[in-house]
């Protein structure tokens, strides 16, 4: 192993050798914090006017600079940008190039200025966005949801616990429950957001800083709420991008029991939904399978989220304050959290939005496996005061008889309700199927059909709040 033989130009002062090649392949993060380059110039924007403005750099210089950074962004975008390891990180590509192209005054952009509260302000300005985009991606979710709740108000299928058949419920009350879901999900992330909102730039390497700068000022050039209060916590805080990390990650849990009903709803032996082709996949030696891949991807993404969230709980478990190189690896989780939430919602959405929706073979499932037999044992209660527990051993009798006879509860006849309880009397017909089921179940938040148009009521309102 050999050093490169050069110091770093940017601190290499008191140094007599440049790195070992080892080091600086593991002290770069250029390759990935490159991501940040627009945040950092923005950054570096609002600190040179600033500093302008409060007269620490001539205006000459700041104007130079400004000009420098956008020659710079547009390199970028255009790829023309040489990226160096040797640089170590955006924050110095950058400078390095600015110093190229406007000679010494770029040296006065770092004054007041350190890269940790660099870092801090570029990587929340990229977190806020993603938890923004989120929650934009969340409420399409929803909304494509709302649709389906309202088409499908009245039409029934088997409510499951244990994945056993239970009580027949309305397909509109089950895309409810997504909704309910996905809502949280958002307001987890704009909630974050609202906490996130503290500028960090100014608190300088750890302590704040001597100039007379204005933090208020660059604050509000970037679109934060306020300063952050607290210098040392400023460099230190990592908890923006644990936040936007435990949003995402149960976010994910929830796409993925989304998913698991998908794959599970679109076996052939469900058959509730038929995938459109566009979300799909053929088998290479079996023709006749249409296979669920996008749904079994964004089950299986939930993984790496997770892992995500606790990979950045354990880098920042036990850290002393303030600053250290450990918290460079905070941003890979997260980016590849923030890539695969919005890949994972974006194919929730079209998956949902164009599956067909098969309500005959959800109505015959809901028929089965003697669904309304908490029906029977409630109108044993309401009608004849029988005690709930009597009426749930009578409707067992009642189940066991059918079963013996192979045919459903409403079939049996008065005579066989009857021999299970001499209390039966022929309108005892009148709560037995499953329509009328789901139709009296309009306690608030329960699954009739009223209810749910209720509910798409109240949520497309919210939303248009
Ligand atoms: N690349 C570094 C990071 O991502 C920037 C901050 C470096 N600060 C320092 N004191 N070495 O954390």
Redesign the pocket.
């Known amino acids: 192993m050999s050093d490169t033989g050069s110091g770093n130009k940017m601190w290499g002062g008191r140094f007599s050798s440049g790195p070992d090649a080892i080091m600086e392949a593991i002290n770069a993060?250029i390759d990935f914090?490159a991501k940040l380059y627009a945040q950092d110039i923005a950054g570096s924007k609002a600190h040179a006017q600033m500093l302008a403005s409060q007269e620490i750099i001539s205006a000459s210089d700041a104007e130079a600079i400004l000009h420098g950074l956008d020659t710079i962004l547009s390199e970028i975008e255009a790829g023309s940008f040489k990226f160096s390891a040797g640089l170590?990180?955006?924050?110095m590509n950058i400078e390095a190039r600015l110093g190229e192209l406007i000679g010494p005054a770029a040296g006065r952009l770092h004054t007041a200025r350190?890269?940790?509260d660099?870092?801090a302000l570029d990587?929340k300005l990229w977190v806020k966005s993603a938890a923004q985009e989120a929650a934009t991606l969340l409420e399409k979710l929803m909304q494509v949801f709302l649709n389906k709740a309202e088409k499908h108000a009245g039409d029934v299928m088997p409510g499951f616990t244990h994945l056993q058949t239970a009580q027949p419920v309305t397909f509109g009350h089950h895309c409810l429950a997504y909704v309910e879901m996905f809502a949280r999900d958002r307001s987890r992330f704009i909630d974050a957001i609202e906490r996130m909102d503290e500028c960090p730039l100014g608190a300088a390497?750890l302590a704040g800083t001597g100039f007379a700068i204005d933090r208020d000022m660059t604050a509000n050039e970037l679109g934060f709420r306020e300063p952050t209060r607290n210098s040392l916590d400023s460099v230190s805080d990592r908890d923006f991008a644990l936040e936007f990390l435990a949003a995402t990650a149960i976010c994910a849990t929830h796409l993925s029991r989304l998913a698991e009903e998908i794959v599970i709803w679109s076996t052939p032996q469900f058959n509730f939904v038929v995938l459109s082709d566009k979300f799909s996949t053929g088998s290479s030696i079996m023709p006749q399978k249409r296979n669920p891949d996008a749904a079994e991807l964004v089950r299986a993404k939930t993984g790496r989220i997770n892992g995500a969230l606790l990979a950045l709980l354990t880098v920042m478990k036990g850290l002393p304050l303030t600053?250290s190189?450990d918290?460079?690896e905070?941003?890979e989780p997260v980016f590849d959290a923030a890539q695969n939430i919005e890949l994972a919602i974006l194919a929730m959405t079209g998956m949902v939005a164009d599956m067909k929706v098969n309500t005959g073979e959800m109505a015959k499932a809901a028929d089965a496996g003697f669904s309304i037999a908490t029906d029977l044992a409630d109108w044993l209660v309401r009608e004849t005061g029988i005690p709930f527990r009597e009426a749930h051993h009578i409707t067992g009798r009642a189940v066991a008889l059918a079963e013996q006879k192979n045919c459903g509860l409403e079939e049996l006849s008065l005579e066989d309700l009857k021999s299970v309880s001499d209390r039966i009397d022929t309108s005892v017909f009148d709560v037995l199927s499953v329509e009328k089921s789901v139709a009296s179940r309009t306690s608030f938040g329960g699954t009739a059909p009223k209810n749910v148009a209720e509910q798409v009521k109240y949520w497309r309102k919210r939303l248009k709040q």
């Open positions: 993060s914090d170590e990180d955006i924050h350190s890269r940790n660099q870092v990587f390497a600053y190189k918290m460079q905070d941003k």
